[in-house]
Nanobody
Framework: QVQLVESGGGLVQPGGSLRLSCVAS????????MAWYRQAPGKQRDMVAS???????VYGDSVKGRVTISRDNTKNTVSLQMNSLQPEDTAVYYC????????????WGQGTQVTVSS
C-alpha cells in the first residue's frame, strides 16, 4: 500500500509564499513522476507541476515562474515552493505519484488547503 501525506498548506496574504511538502511511504517503484495538482471549488483538478526521477520538471502555464518543484529520491519526498501567491491560487493541493508511464498505477494524497486572502 502506498500512502502520500501532504503538509504546509494554510492561509497566506496575496504576494506571500508557501512551501508544500509530501512524504510518500510504502512500496513505490522507480522510475516515477511526482506531481502537485490543485482543485478549487467548482473547478477541475489541474496539474501544477510535475517532476521525474531524473529531476526534469514541467509546470502548468498558470504558475510558471512562480513555483518550483523539487524532490528528494532518498527520502521519497516532493515539495512545491510557491511565491507571489494570488487569490486565484486558492485550492486544495494534492500530491501525486504516477507510474502509469511505466506500466504501473498512480496514487493520491488527501490534499492540503491553500487559501490566499487579505
Amino acid at each position: 500500500q502506498v500512502q502520500l501525506v501532504e503538509s504546509g498548506g494554510g492561509l497566506v496574504q496575496p504576494g506571500g509564499s508557501l512551501r508544500l511538502s509530501c512524504v510518500a511511504s510504502g512500496t513505490i517503484f522507480s522510475p516515477n513522476v511526482m506531481a502537485w495538482y490543485r482543485q478549487a471549488p467548482g473547478k477541475q483538478r489541474d496539474m501544477v507541476a510535475s517532476i521525474a526521477s531524473t529531476g526534469s520538471a514541467v509546470y502548468g502555464d498558470s504558475v510558471k515562474g512562480r513555483v518550483t518543484i523539487s524532490r528528494d529520491n532518498t527520502k521519497n519526498t516532493v515539495s512545491l515552493q510557491m511565491n507571489s501567491l494570488q487569490p486565484e491560487d486558492t485550492a486544495v493541493y494534492y500530491c501525486n505519484v504516477d507510474r502509469r508511464p511505466y506500466g504501473g498505477h498512480q496514487y493520491w494524497g488527501q490534499g492540503t488547503q491553500v487559501t490566499v486572502s487579505s
